[in-house]
C-alpha cells in the first residue's frame, strides 16, 4: 500500500534503531525533515512497538501515525526485525498492526544513512579531505558505533536514487603497519577471528586500548569509547584514537575502491561526532590514499564527516518519500 502524504494530524514515523539507542521523528509534510525527536535506551522496552508506543505517547502528544519507516541495525530479512547488537526480535506485521499503522517500511540502518546523503547540505557536513562531493555519482557511507555499518548509494535516472546495504563491517582488519598487526595477533590470541568491527567500534576502540596497554606492558583500566574520546590528553588514549583512525582510513579507502564511490565516502556513526578535530588531524585521510596503484583514484574521492544529529531519520523520510511518489 502506497503511504498517504503526511499531516500534522496523522504524521509519518521514522526511526533509527541501533544497538544502544532508538530514535524517533514525525514528518508532518512532504519533504520536510523530521521533527519531535526524541532518543530512548533500547534496554529499556522489549521491542520496536513498546518503544514507539512510549516515544507517542511521551514526546508527541499521543498522535497516531499513517506510515513508518525504521532503520535497524542489521540486515533485513522477510517480517523479522532483528538486531545484530540489541536483542529485540519482533515482527513488522505485528508492529504495524500495534501501531495502527496503513503501512511500514523497514530497512538498514545504514541504508537509511545512504539515503540521507543528498538531503545533507553544507552544515551538516565536516570535510576530512579531499575535493568536494560529486554529484549524481556512486556515495558511500560507513561508521563506527555498537557496531561498524557500511552501504553505498547508486544514483538512478533523474533524481533517484537506491541504496545498497550490506555487512562490510564483518571483512577482515587493514593492519598495514607493525604496530597495528601486534594489535590484531594479540586480538587473535585472546578470541580468534577479528574483524574490521572489533576494532572500528565503540566496544573495538576499548579492545584497541586495552592491546596498546599490552604493547607497552602498562596496566590500564577498562574504559568505554566515551571516556577514551573525552581523554585525549592522556598518552595510551591518544595512541587508541590514532591508531584507531588510521585503521578507520584504511577501511574507508576499501569501501571506496569496492563501491567505486567517486562521489564521496561519508563517515558517520556514534564515535566520530565526538572527535571531529582528532579525525581531521589524524592520518586518516593519508591512509585512505594510501592504495598502491589506486592512490590517485582515491585522491580524487571526497571524504566527509556527517554532523547532522539524526541523518538515518532523514533517510528513512526519504524512503517514505519514494514510496508515496511513485
Known amino acids: 500500500m502506497t503511504p498517504a502524504p503526511p499531516t500534522a494530524q496523522r504524521p509519518w514515523l521514522v526511526a533509527d534503531i541501533g544497538g544502544t539507542n532508538a530514535r524517533f521523528g514525525l514528518v508532518e509534510e512532504p519533504g520536510a525533515r523530521p521533527s519531535r525527536v526524541h532518543t530512548m535506551a533500547c534496554a529499556d522496552h522489549g521491542d520496536l512497538a513498546s518503544a514507539a508506543s512510549a516515544y507517542l505517547e511521551q514526546a508527541a502528544d499521543g498522535v497516531r501515525p499513517g506510515a513508518a519507516c525504521v532503520a535497524v541495525a542489521g540486515p533485513v530479512e522477510g517480517d523479522r526485525i532483528r538486531l545484530t547488537n540489541a536483542r529485540w526480535d519482533c515482527s513488522a506485521a505485528d508492529t504495524r498492526r500495534r501501531l495502527g499503522l496503513d503501512r511500514i517500511e523497514v530497512i538498514n540502518d545504514f541504508a537509511a544513512l545512504a539515503l540521507s546523503l543528498p538531503r545533507l547540505d553544507g552544515d551538516d557536513l565536516l570535510s576530512l579531505g579531499g575535493p568536494p562531493p560529486a554529484p549524481k555519482k556512486p556515495m558511500a557511507v560507513l561508521g563506527p558505533g555498537t557496531g561498524l555499518g557500511v552501504a553505498g548509494l547508486l544514483p538512478l535516472g533523474g533524481s533517484g536514487w537506491i541504496p545498497v546495504p550490506g555487512e562490510g563491517g564483518h571483512v577482515n582488519v587493514p593492519a598495514a603497519d607493525d604496530r597495528e598487526i601486534e594489535v590484531l595477533r594479540l586480538l587473535r590470541a585472546e578470541q580468534g577471528t577479528v574483524t574490521a568491527e572489533c576494532l572500528l567500534s565503540g566496544p573495538g576502540l576499548t579492545r584497541l586500548h586495552r592491546a596498546l596497554a599490552q604493547i607497552h606492558g602498562v596496566p590500564a583500566h577498562e574504559l568505554s569509547a566515551a571516556r577514551i574520546c573525552a581523554a585525549e590528553d592522556d598518552g595510551l588514549c591518544a595512541e587508541a584514537l590514532e591508531v584507531f583512525c588510521a585503521l578507520l582510513g584504511g577501511f574507508a ?29 589524524s592520518g586518516f585521510r593519508r591512509r585512505f590514499e594510501e592504495k598502491h596503484r589506486m592512490t590517485d583514484y582515491v585522491k580524487d574521492i571526497a571524504t566527509m564527516l556527517i554532523v547532522a544529529p539524526t541523518p538515518a531519520l532523514l533517510g528513512a523520510a526519504a524512503r517514505l518519500d519514494q514510496r508515496w511518489e511513485r
Not at 569501501?255 to 567517486?262: D, K, Y
Not at 565516502?265 to 582528532?278: D, H, M, Q, S, T
Open 253 to 281: 579507502g576499501n569501501v571506496a575502491l569496492t563501491l567505486g564511490a567517486t562521489g564521496g565516502v561519508f563517515l558517520g556513526g556514534g564515535i566520530l561526532p565526538r572527535i571531529p578535530a582528532v579525525l581531521q588531524h
